[in-house]
């Protein structure tokens, strides 16, 4: 198995963390601050050569399939168990349940924009925003709502150290083919064993290799399996 993909043993519990890993993770203060440098590079970047004319281009077809605003604005968990709020495109009519039910890949509230946004991870686009004001990272565990937060943490022991790190537009879970909404307790255990690896084993390396794993599976969307999603 590559090296990149392989997940961090645990047993059976679920998990193998120890207070270490906070040690850990401060003794990588050089790496954090490269990280935020490159993490504002690539948002500017993104937003000045992208996101620039894709909004105003979504915004109008946004228009003429449904009702509602351009940005959907959710408060996921950041860094330290903190809110923040999460922008994405709008892939879904406007409903009570956005905040407490994540869409499956036949939801009758997917537009039919919305699930060619979805399909094609466009819709994530707009989180280089929550990256350049630092409340997320390029890489790091995918940002969950505070309601399924709370359900993994009921069921697997130390859960919410994944919150040591920011939350990224991508990271290990995804690149090792686990998106989605979580199916049952087997694969939340498996994605949460992505995000200790990527913690225990943070760096430089390791984030541009998901960067450009992330890249070369979503511009093969159409034979392979989209690797950013709502996680």
């Not at 009570?96 to 979805?118: H, K, M």
């Not at 150290?161 to 909404?181: D, F, S």
């Amino acid at each position: 198995m590559n090296v990149l993909l392989a997940p961090v043993a645990i047993d059976k519990t679920g998990t193998r963390s120890s207070p270490s890993i906070r040690r850990y993770i401060t003794r990588k203060r050089h790496y954090f601050v490269l990280k935020r440098i490159i993490d504002i590079v690539l948002s500017i970047v993104v937003i000045a050569g992208v996101l620039s004319w894709l909004v105003p281009l979504v915004a109008l077809l946004l228009r003429f399939d449904s009702t509602g605003p351009v940005f959907f604005r959710q408060k996921r968990v950041g860094r330290g168990g903190r809110s923040f709020v999460c922008y994405k495109f709008r892939t879904m009519v406007v409903n009570e349940l956005a905040d407490s039910l994540p869409a499956d890949p036949e939801d009758l509230r997917v537009t039919r924009l919305g699930r060619w946004l979805r399909q094609t991870n466009i819709d994530e686009l707009p989180q280089f925003l929550n990256v350049l004001e630092g409340s997320m990272s390029i890489v790091g565990p995918r940002p969950h709502m505070h309601a399924d937060c709370r359900r993994f943490a009921e069921i697997i022991p130390r859960y919410k150290m994944r919150n040591l790190v920011k939350p990224g537009i991508t990271g290990m879970a995804q690149i090792g083919g686990y998106h989605g909404p979580v199916r049952d307790r087997t694969d939340a255990v498996l994605r949460y064993q992505y995000d200790l690896y990527y913690i225990r084993n943070a760096s430089i390396w390791l984030d541009i290799r998901i960067m450009t794993k992330t890249i070369t599976r979503t511009l093969t969307a159409g034979t392979a399996t989209p690797v950013v999603n709502n996680v």
